[in-house]
């Protein structure tokens, strides 16, 4: 198993594994086709892989949203390939990434429900900033995580 960077080639299976994990009581009206993740890769987004034998079994997409603040989304891993650290890996170098592009924090939301990723971000140096009642979904609680880098 290895992780990368994805580019343009990638986008169809990126879109794919995001669709797999899509919560439809949680994502928005985005429509997840390998047109938007090559739109999106144009734009200050940089999307990390898990491969096992060339196929993609775990992603991450790191947004630089302002000058030098930047957000975390879509961390998803196929169940098959859980609790092997793959997710702590992509996390880890979308935030070398990230420091390597001068940002000064990073910030993650998530189902507050969510223990486990949420587990997995403060593992990782984030820490609890907010907490957002019913936000974009109704009954559905969100908690937003930060970490300066
Ligand atoms: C949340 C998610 C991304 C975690 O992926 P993962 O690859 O299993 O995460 P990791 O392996 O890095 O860490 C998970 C656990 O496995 C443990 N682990 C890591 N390597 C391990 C190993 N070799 N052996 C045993 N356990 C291991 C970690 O310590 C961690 O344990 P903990 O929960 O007790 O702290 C994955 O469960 C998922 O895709 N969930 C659905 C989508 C989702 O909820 N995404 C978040 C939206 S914001």
């Known amino acids: 198993m290895k992780t990368r960077l994805a580019t343009a080639k990638d986008s169809e299976e990126v879109a794919a594994i995001i669709k797999r994990h899509a919560q439809d009581d949680y994502m928005?009206?985005?429509?997840?086709?390998?047109?938007?993740i090559k739109d999106k890769m144009k734009k200050n987004?940089?999307?990390?892989?898990?491969?096992?034998?060339?196929?993609i079994?775990?992603?991450i997409r790191a947004s630089i949203v302002d000058l030098d603040l930047a957000e975390i989304?879509?961390?998803c891993v196929d169940e098959?390939?859980?609790?092997?650290?793959?997710?702590?890996e992509l996390l880890q170098e979308a935030l070398k990434l990230l420091?390597?592009?001068k940002m000064r924090k990073v910030a993650a939301r998530s189902k507050a429900d969510n223990t486990e990723v949420i587990r997995l971000f403060e593992k990782a140096g984030f820490e609890k900033e907010?907490?957002?009642?019913?936000?974009?979904?109704?009954?559905?609680?969100?908690i937003q995580?930060?970490?300066f880098l």
């Open 99 to 101: 420091r390597e592009k």
């Open 80 to 88: 098959g390939y859980r609790k092997k650290g793959l997710a702590t």
């Open 28 to 36: 928005g009206y985005a429509t997840f086709n390998d047109t938007y």
């Open 130 to 142: 907010g907490y957002f009642r019913e936000h974009y979904r109704k009954g559905i609680d969100i």
């Open 45 to 55: 987004n940089f999307f990390f892989v898990a491969e096992d034998s060339d196929k």
């Open 145 to 147: 995580m930060g970490k």
């Open 57 to 59: 079994v775990g992603c």
């Open 73 to 75: 989304r879509t961390l």
